[in-house]
């Protein structure tokens, strides 16, 4: 599994465009590995953009890496499996809503990470 999702990210860092893995079983879990870059911004390993949006009905690399995050900050994903389904999205909106009344964000609550909400998801102390 390791090395598909090293060719999946090999890929995406050249060009690849979103990243779908291979189907793996839903009890499937990922280790988060956060740091920061150096611009400060956070990592967990999986995916280092701030434009693809995880996708709802597959394994992704972006999936993983806002899942990571959101659990990083302590909203509840779920199983950190790369498929970016209900749970994971109502921890987004948890994530966006706080964002806008405690950070003074103008998200959309809408619980998907895309554009608007990497950047929030990855500066947060």
């Known amino acids: 599994m390791?090395?598909?999702?090293?060719?999946?990210?090999?890929?995406?860092?050249?060009g690849g465009g979103i990243a779908v893995l291979p189907a793996s079983p839903a009890?499937?879990?990922y280790t988060c590995?956060?740091?920061?870059?150096s611009f400060g911004y956070w990592q967990a390993g999986?995916?280092?953009g701030t434009t693809v949006q995880p996708?709802?009905?597959?394994?992704?690399s972006s999936g993983i890496e806002a899942q990571c995050l959101l659990k990083h900050y302590g909203y509840n994903?779920?199983?950190i499996d790369g498929v970016f389904g209900p749970?994971?999205?109502?921890a987004a909106r948890r994530f966006q809503s706080d964002?806008?009344?405690?950070w003074g964000y103008d998200l959309d609550v809408d619980g998907k990470i895309g554009p608007e909400s990497w950047p929030p998801l990855r500066v947060q102390p």
Do not use: C, D, E, F
């Open 46 to 48: 999986y995916y280092s």
């Open 27 to 29: 009890a499937a879990a």
């Open 33 to 37: 590995h956060y740091s920061r870059n």
């Open 55 to 60: 996708s709802t009905t597959g394994v992704s």
């Open 99 to 102: 964002m806008n009344s405690g």
């Open 2 to 14: 390791r090395k598909r999702i090293a060719v999946a990210l090999i890929a995406l860092a050249l």
């Open 87 to 90: 749970t994971s999205q109502a």
């Open 77 to 79: 994903p779920g199983t």
